[in-house]
């Protein structure tokens, strides 16, 4: 009989802190500069320097630690992390090994069958970040730029809870949207700003002990993160099945291949020879400064999409989807108290909206209808000035920039919808008259053809009749 598997996930993910300047020194953290022009003597640690930290971190850190429910270090240290490789020219990382600042926390993940699983997170340590090696545009050689070298990260460590590339994904989703919720990080994976290790490992289903890992490092996108998971899935077992062993090794994904390759040979913690870091001391903090950072944290994206679900009616998932940034949950929120119904700005955001946003790849931040413009568009839905086909149309003239005011828009292009019956009633009288066939066919019970003359009566208007009063008339006057 073929074995059966379980596949076994814990990630660690790096999250560049949202800061000014780097975690131990002054220089720049913006993204994109010249390369080396961002990098001082502190950032490649030249003799004599003396690291500072910057007191931007612990705030960022904290709130991380808090929004996961961790417990906060009220005494937390750096440690040296030594190794060699050009892209860190000091020869050491400084890191937080034995008093991280946030032990311990969970989030809670949806999975595909609408339940929600636990993953319970490690720790959350602080760290510095290592410069960039390029390999592109340098024939045989490799390029490095050290404006990366020393900007603050966030590392985060789950326990091995995944069970599946799905999963793994729906987590690293989750501490993504949490770090973006928190101002923690700004969340931009093109830019590196989060970055995933997959720690992956196999074992005959039923055992209880952990199969031999590997790391997969540095995954910059949720979908190279699943492919470069489920291609570790599947080699490891096609080992196993024949008999093989798996090496503990780190491992890098090649996008362009699909493929994982093996990097080096997976070091221990001695290789490191972690010291405490001699130039920094240890960071004490006390219960009201954490209590300060509490009371200044945003509602959480699980909270605000409760508080959709159950103060506002919406569904578990429409209120799961609007809550999924800051930006969009804000959109949302004022479309829904300008129009004064919640559904109605729900289903236009999601479907239209969202639908226009992925065709035409734009950001909420950019989209170019205001969210007042939309509260205006569903007013007039909501008071029967337009009906929903003619509201789309002017979704479409504010989308591409051919009126910025709703109502103008109507009155100039004279759109009111109608909605008066004894000229809905005349028109339909018209139509009856001029196709008698289909009128004789509905009554002998051909009741599809109602939809015919719902199309007529919208074709004579321009598509501007009252749709619920021209299906009234109509299934009226067909008796
Ligand atoms: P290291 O510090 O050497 O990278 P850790 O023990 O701190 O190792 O684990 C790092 C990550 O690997 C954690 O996210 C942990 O959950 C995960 N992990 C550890 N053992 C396994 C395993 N056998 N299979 C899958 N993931 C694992
Ligand atoms: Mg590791």
């Not at 020194?25 to 500069?33: C, V």
């Not at 209808?369 to 007039?380: F, I, N, W």
Request: hydrophobic fraction near 35%; include cysteine; glycine fraction near 8%.
């Amino acid at each position: 009989m073929r074995q059966q598997w379980e596949v076994v996930i814990g990630l660690e993910i790096h999250v560049q802190l949202q800061t000014r300047t780097k975690i131990f020194s002054g220089a720049s953290t913006t993204f994109g500069s010249e390369p080396n022009s961002q990098a001082c003597a502190i950032d490649l640690g030249f003799p004599g320097v003396l690291p500072v930290v910057n007191s931007e971190v612990y705030p960022k850190a904290i709130a991380f630690g808090l929004g996961v429910g961790g417990s906060i270090n009220l005494v937390s240290a750096f440690d040296r992390k030594n190794y060699f490789y050009p892209d860190l020219p000091k020869g050491y990382q400084i890191t937080q090994m034995d008093k991280p600042i946030v032990l311990g926390g969970s989030v809670e993940i949806p999975l595909a069958d609408g339940s929600m699983k636990t993953i319970n997170i490690t720790r959350a340590h602080l760290e510095e970040d290592a410069g960039k090696s390029m390999h592109e545009d340098f024939h045989d050689r490799t390029g490095i730029d050290l404006n990366r070298a020393g900007i603050p990260l966030l590392e985060i460590v789950s326990e091995p809870d995944m069970r599946s590339s799905a999963e793994a994904i729906s987590y690293a989703r989750y501490i993504h949207q949490l770090v973006t919720y928190l101002g923690v990080s700004d969340g931009e994976m093109s830019q590196g700003s989060l970055r995933c290790d997959a720690n992956v490992s196999v074992r005959p289903y039923g055992s209880d002990v952990l199969g031999t890992r590997t790391e997969t490092k540095n995954v910059n996108s949720f979908r190279f993160l699943d492919r470069a998971i489920r291609y570790e899935i599947a080699r490891q077992i096609e080992i196993l099945e024949s008999g093989g062993r798996i090496m503990q090794e780190t491992r890098l994904y090649d996008p362009d291949r699909d493929e994982t390759r093996p990097m080096r040979s997976k070091e221990t913690a001695m290789d490191y020879r972690y010291f405490p870091e001699p130039d920094l001391l240890p960071i004490e903090i006390d219960h009201a400064y954490i209590e300060n950072i509490r009371r200044q944290m945003p509602e959480l994206p699980r909270e605000k999409a409760n508080r959709f679900h159950t103060d506002l009616h919406l569904s578990l998932d429409d209120a799961r989807v609007l809550a999924a940034s800051p930006a969009l949950a804000e959109y949302f929120e004022t479309v829904s108290g300008q129009c004064g119904d919640a559904k109605l700005a729900s289903n236009w955001i999601r479907v239209e909206l969202l639908g226009r946003m992925h065709r035409d790849d734009l950001e909420i931040s950019n989209i170019p209808v205001s969210s007042s413009q939309l509260a205006t568009l569903l007013t007039r839905i909501r008071d029967n000035t337009i009906n929903g086909k003619t509201a789309k149309d002017l979704l479409d003239a504010l989308w591409y920039g051919n009126t910025t005011s709703v109502d103008d828009y109507i009155k100039d292009n004279n759109l009111m919808q109608v909605s008066d019956n004894s000229e809905l009633g005349t028109l339909i009288d018209r139509i009856f008259d001029e196709n008698p066939k289909q009128v004789e066919q509905y009554r002998a019970g051909r009741s599809r053809l109602l939809g015919f003359f719902v199309g007529q009566v919208m074709k004579e208007t321009g598509g501007k009749a009252n749709p619920a009063l021209a299906n009234d008339l109509l299934r009226k006057k067909l008796g």
